[in-house]
């Protein structure tokens, strides 16, 4: 049987994005929904499995939610950046997003140690991004869309390489199910069929085949949705699939 490697992975944004945005108490308290029940299942779950997971928190959640945080960590999840207060890179200038980089990439260092992976908040990013966050010593992002395996990123203008872990909108639990309101087989066979179809590509130069999944808890965290995610799970499982964190994986990559 063919090897596949699987990097789940949770965009813990709580509401930073609606506080940012003054939304509204409602649309907050939905943001709200991932710190008071989404992430504790998503852990739960991750537990039941001896899965380890890469989260991508935000600055400004992680000041918010410490104790959070630290239940992601002590449960040996890796903790990656995902903007300050959930940014549209794209809108800033350079300075205002080398304030936004670098600020995250403090407050997350302070409470964790040192922070080897990025991505990019909407997945959006300015023509500069992947440039400043290579040169900050990041070895690796999760944002493009051009590959469907992880590939060393060569960084315009600077020496340094980044490993690209790339996205797709259909490996995303929010465009499925907030977006598309796709019901939880449809989501599950959606899913199933982009992993059975890694498992089974003959195209490799490299016979090394991952998926990654990007799941959000204030998404994926609803009761009936945290079974699709375990279905899947004990589906790829089922394939010896073998689940690792981006930054283990990514090192391979640079050797
Ligand atoms: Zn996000």
Redesign the pocket.
Known sequence: MSEIYVCLTF?F?AE??QIRQEEDAVRISKGQFAVQRGLSRILALLAKYEIKSTF?V?GWVAEKYPQHINEITSAQHEIAA??YL?EYLDKLEFNEEIIVHEHTNQVLEDIVGKIKGF?A??WKMSKNTLNIIAEMGYMYDSSLMDEDRPYVYSVPESPKNLVEFPVEWFLDDWVLFEHHQKSPSEVFEIWKAQFDALLEMEDLEENRRVLTLTC?PSCIGHAYRITVLERFISYMKSKQAIFVKMVDLASDYLL
Do not use: Q
Request: net charge negative; charged share 25%.
């Open positions: 965009d944004d930073s994005a991508f935000c995902h903007g959930h991505r908040p909407y959000h």
